[in-house]
């Protein structure tokens, strides 16, 4: 049987592999070439997420967390890589959804989708049923290589207008009830704003801003209110 030891030597290699970078004067490194690295290190970062959900639903499957005392693979992520538990849950769901996409999977593990999309086609499987989302997944993931992953939640809104009406209408009404917005003056002059919208309404507050803004400079650094 093989040791622990050999089954940890690719992790201890890629710990290995960051040191290096980690001890690299960027100092020494010409700046036009940052952005180069930077498109590198943010493809093998998704690609990492992808490694790690592929053993994640592996050990949730098996129940690789039981021998440490846990109850379930989200508490084990909790505890042992100090995520919230909202998010332990959500790695887990996504996990557990991934090995029913498998196309999804491997785009994932290429690097051409990031965690985000994932997130996003994922829960729209649980929407509509895997078995619906597999057949729609080569539009979802040729629209997930073009698009941020709050466009791509656009996309899959309109697959499950069409997959499921009724489910989709009935989720509209319910965001629609929960609408709120507040906007008060403190007493030193500034405003305090708090509120919950809708996808329409959210949409039209942020295309009003976005009007009211203009477009950005090919120099702008980010919003005014972006601490550095």
Not at 75 to 81: A, H, T
Request: with cysteine; glycine share 6%; net charge negative.
């Amino acid at each position: 049987m093989a040791s622990a030891a050999l089954y940890a030597e690719p992790v201890t290699r890629l710990q290995e592999a960051i040191d290096l970078l980690a001890q690299e004067d960027l100092e020494l490194v010409p700046a036009a070439s940052l952005s180069d690295d930077l498109r590198g290190l943010r493809s093998a970062i998704e690609r990492m997420e992808a490694e790690f959900s592929r053993r994640l639903e592996r050990c949730d499957r098996n129940q690789g967390y039981a021998p440490s005392g846990y109850c379930s693979a989200a508490g084990w992520l909790n505890d042992e890589c100090r995520m919230t538990r909202s998010t332990a849950w959500e790695r887990v769901r996504q996990a557990r959804r991934l090995a029913e996409l498998p196309a999804t999977a491997a785009a994932f593990a290429a690097g051409d989708v990031n965690l985000a999309h994932v997130s996003v086609i994922t829960r729209s499987a649980e929407q509509v049923g895997c078995e619906a989302l597999r057949d729609a997944e080569p539009i979802l993931l040729e629209a997930a290589r073009r698009l941020d992953a709050r466009q791509l939640r656009y996309v899959t809104a309109q697959l499950r207008h069409c997959l499921d009406p009724d489910g989709s209408l009935k989720d509209a009404n319910r965001d629609y009830e929960r609408r709120h917005f507040y906007l008060s003056e403190l007493l030193d002059g500034m405003f305090a704003i708090d509120g919950m919208l809708d996808a329409e309404g959210g949409s039209l507050l942020r295309s009003a801003l976005d009007a009211l803004m203009g477009p950005p400079e090919r120099d702008d650094r980010g919003p005014p209110f972006m601490p550095r």
